[in-house]
């Protein structure tokens, strides 16, 4: 835990009470002493320090100091079709710790309609996963997750509203003729949309919905990767790609 994050209604005339997972990190893992500076962030807001201002048993008080540092927004939304709960865990600390700012979960012809069941998705639990990742990159900004149980409202409604936000839409697909590099060359200044199938791919008819609508397929090389792979190898190279970009400027 790299920051300790509250919501704006837990403050209180400048303080903060905490109890639970968060307090026993300040106390058994940081071993924070009163008096001591901590790195604080209000979630969708933002960071700071605050002061560890009294332990009293399993909580403690942080008195708020300066929080002024703006979360910078993202730039990567991602189209996934939804895993397993297990690899979903994984999935949905990643998006928040490499900085994704929208998580579309959709249906594909290769996703278990029992996943949609998952007590995972009820909001609060994916809250929870998100804000670990978030603890873990120390920023504060949390990625919007939204559902979609059927495919082709998706792709033909949805993602059209939404395509002119980006610079590119990407669609991961072993087999397809061109890497990202090769279609997205630095400079990469805007925003991306990522669309990333099931683990055993999207199906025909559905990589040419999507190309219909302006996503280009590309692949990651010769090997084929789970999907927690994915994601953090994508985001990296497209962070990659940005930073080249600017060097170059």
Known sequence: MNIILFDRDEINDNTVTLSGRRAEHIIKILKSKVGDTLRTGVINGPSGTS?????????????????????????????????????????????????????????????????????????SKMRQRLLEGLEQAGDTLLPQVSVYERFKPFVE?????????????????????????????????GKVLLIIGPEGGWVDFEISLFSEKGAHPFHLGPRILRVDSVIPSLLGQLDLLRRLGLSCQ
């Open 51 to 123: 002061t560890l201002h009294k332990i009293s048993g399993p909580t403690v008080e942080l008195l708020l100091d300066v929080h002024t540092t703006e979360p910078t927004p993202a730039l990567v939304d991602i189209v996934l079709a939804l895993p397993r709960p297990i690899m979903l865990k994984r999935v949905l600390a990643q998006v928040a710790t490499f900085g994704v700012a929208r998580l579309f979960l959709i249906n594909s012809n290769r996703v278990e309609k029992s996943f949609f069941s998952a007590s995972l998705l009820e909001g």
């Open 157 to 189: 409604d949805t993602l059209p509203q939404i395509a002119s936000e980006y610079q590119a839409m990407l669609l991961a697909h072993p087999g397809s003729p061109y890497s990202l590099g090769q279609l997205i060359p630095p400079p990469l200044t």
